[in-house]
């Protein structure tokens, strides 16, 4: 029954598959091999964070830390409930399972006061966001959060466009590929689902083509704004003198 844009899909848990994991990672990597942090905004029952933390430090997949972010608390509660039953059938694994535990936070990922989602989005390397049933609304929002949170150096691997483009902001979150899942990567549809990977761009020279032909990270963005408020000054101070 389709509940989209308007209804309750936004709200929908369906899982991606091991499949769609290894493709956001490789995505999400882009071809760095230091230990990189990954992080799930919308979790759900935390299938890919616990994939994440199952595969850390295994050759291909170098994952120095996993977190997500659920709204759902029955999700939440699920999740705690299943933790805890592998916990006590293999107490060998607590302090791992703890770990885990640990890493779901329960939260609105948009709410301004979601802190230690915005901590966990500062810190990750790649995003994973399975936004694709949910409403315009809540893929601005959340590319807004992104927009302020994100380091420079973080992907965003997404199922929907994720598009950040207020008037007057020197950043932006930007598609820059598109592609498609490979078939059964999701556990709702043998078909492939689009894709999109995305990061974060400097406005600064527009040629009137609508696109960015600069990339930069956000401390440049600073550097820049400084450079050309002082150029303003003497400018003033050539002219007035
Ligand atoms: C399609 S599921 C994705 C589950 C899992 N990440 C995956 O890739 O399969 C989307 C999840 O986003 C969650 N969600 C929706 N809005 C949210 C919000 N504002 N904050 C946190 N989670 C949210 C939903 O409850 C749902 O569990």
Redesign the pocket.
């Known amino acids: 029954m389709w509940d989209g844009p308007g209804g309750q899909a936004?709200?929908?848990?369906?899982?991606?598959l091991p499949a769609?994991f290894q493709h956001v990672w490789t995505l999400g990597a882009d071809g760095r091999t230091e230990p990189l942090s990954f992080h799930?905004?919308?979790?759900?029952y935390g299938?890919?964070l616990v994939l994440a933390h199952v595969l850390k430090g295994t050759q291909n997949f170098n994952i120095s830390t996993a977190t997500?972010?659920?709204?759902?608390a029955d999700?939440h509660d699920a999740f705690m409930r299943w933790l805890h039953d592998f916990q006590e059938a293999a107490p060998l694994f607590a302090t791992a399972v703890d770990d885990i535990r640990r890493s779901f936070i329960l939260?609105?990922?948009?709410s301004p006061d979601a802190v230690a989602v915005q901590t966990a989005v500062r810190q990750a390397d790649i995003i994973?966001c399975?936004?694709?049933?949910?409403p315009p609304e809540?893929n601005a929002a959340v590319a807004n959060m992104l927009r302020q949170c994100m380091s420079a150096r973080a992907v965003v691997v997404s199922t929907a466009e994720l598009q950040c483009m207020e008037q007057g902001t020197p950043l932006e979150l930007r598609t820059q590929n598109r592609f498609m899942f490979p078939p059964d990567s999701m556990s709702w549809t043998g078909n492939a689902v689009p894709g999109f990977m995305s990061r974060l761009t400097t406005r600064v020279h527009d040629h009137g083509n609508g696109r960015d032909d600069h990339t930069a990270p956000r401390r440049d963005v600073a550097r820049d704004r400084t450079r050309r408020r002082q150029s303003r000054t003497s400018r003033a101070q050539a002219i007035g003198s």
């Open positions: 936004a709200l929908n848990c369906k899982e991606a769609a799930d905004l919308g979790c759900g299938s890919l997500g972010t659920e709204i759902r999700l939260a609105d990922m948009i994973w399975n936004n694709m049933l949910f809540l």
